[in-house]
């Protein structure tokens, strides 16, 4: 039986996460129809700005990492976040649109290093720590993600109605959304009864150090995961980050477009509430390795048929599996993290692999910006779809089978030769 103080522990968390996404749905849905409408910018010069962002990401996700890890469950890197986020009205109204207009080398870079702390590395952060969080209090950390589906559902309601009004409304939202958050913030127990150490960082006795990181990248099976997880990843998000495009160019008065997609995103996002609920006993099933393998065959599924697509129902059938996609992935990954590598090194390596993401978004986006610009979002998606297939077909050969001593999953940990 779940004790009182269980409750509070996780109604608290979840609060947070469905008040963080929130805030950002609100914004982050419309950035590229933002960057293409308001500021003027086309397929291959947004490609650029979200490339740059991901390099910035790129540098911080791995300090950011370090620093969750350092800090148990220690919430100042939340704080942090929250308070850049709370500046994303002033900063987009009055920072980041005039600079992209006057110089824009001088936006991307500006915009890359605000973006790339509040939210590209801050989802990182605040999915660490309800990892951690969730096995401080034995929970399933899929039933605390959910609540950040929620909040994202919640805000896609209306973020397109209040978009085609004034995107300026719409970071509005995310600023007072976040002054939220900081008070949700304050109320988050850290300490006291009910607490399983061991559980957050096993290794009070031995730290997190610069040499248990470093060992990390000596082990096969380590980059056998970047590879197959970073490869999936590069595809499912570069076509997600122009996709509203995508899907508005289906409509002919495009402010319908814009609150169509708000509507389609509240619906995915509810989709992935209810699988984040319901994954993890699909996992517990079939394996964390299982998991991934079969995140990978539904992208490049979505992927192919949203190529196919004539009609704008059609997406809206279809773009709902990026729920199923997300949920998967997130369950799947930190399962995989908890069975193969050092419980302390979790975020660390969580952090690791979304750097390398990153890294792989920044050279794709301006790539598929052209592809787009020259011959269509549609052939573009084609293609990311099958290079999702191989890699998913690669990876049922390789996944789970790196240095680990055996085959089979196996715990290892990342001071062991």
Known sequence: MVSTINKQAYIRISLCLFVFYFAWSTSWSFLA???????????????FVLSINALFALAMKPVCGYIMDKLGLGKHLLVIVTLASVLAAPFFIWVYQPLLGFNLIAGMLVGALYLSFAYLAGVLVFESYADRYSRAWSFEFG??????????????????????LSPSYNFCVTSL?????????????????????????????APVNKTDVKML????????????????????????????????????DHKQGNAMLGYMGSVQSAVEFILMFSIPWLINKVGARNGLLLAGFVIGLRLIVSALATHAWMIAIIKPFYG???????????????????????????MVLGCFNYLGIALINPIAGMLYDRYGFAKTYLVMGVIAWVITL????????????????????????
């Open 33 to 47: 129809i933002w960057l293409a409408d308001n500021v003027g910018l086309n397929s291959e010069k947004i490609g």
């Open 143 to 164: 039933r605390l993600r959910m609540w950040g589906s929620m909040g994202w559902a919640v805000a896609s309601l209306f973020a397109g109605q209040l978009f085609n």
């Open 177 to 205: 959304a976040c002054v939220v958050l900081l008070m949700l913030l304050g109320m988050l127990k850290t300490q006291g009864e009910g607490i399983d150490w061991q559980a957050v960082n096993a290794g009070q006795k």
């Open 217 to 252: 990248f000596t082990q096969s099976g380590f980059w056998i995961l970047m590879l197959f997880y970073g490869g999936i990843i590069w595809m499912m998000q570069s076509a997600e980050q122009q996709f509203p495009r995508y899907f508005v160019s289906f409509f002919a």
């Open 324 to 350: 199923l996609e997300m949920a998967l992935l997130l369950v799947s990954i930190f399962k995989y993290l908890s069975l193969y590598f050092d419980k302390r090194l979790t975020g660390t390596v969580y």
């Open 394 to 417: 690669i990876g049922i050969q390789v996944l789970g089978k790196g240095r680990y001593g055996r085959t089979s999953p196996a715990p290892i940990s990342a001071t062991q030769g």
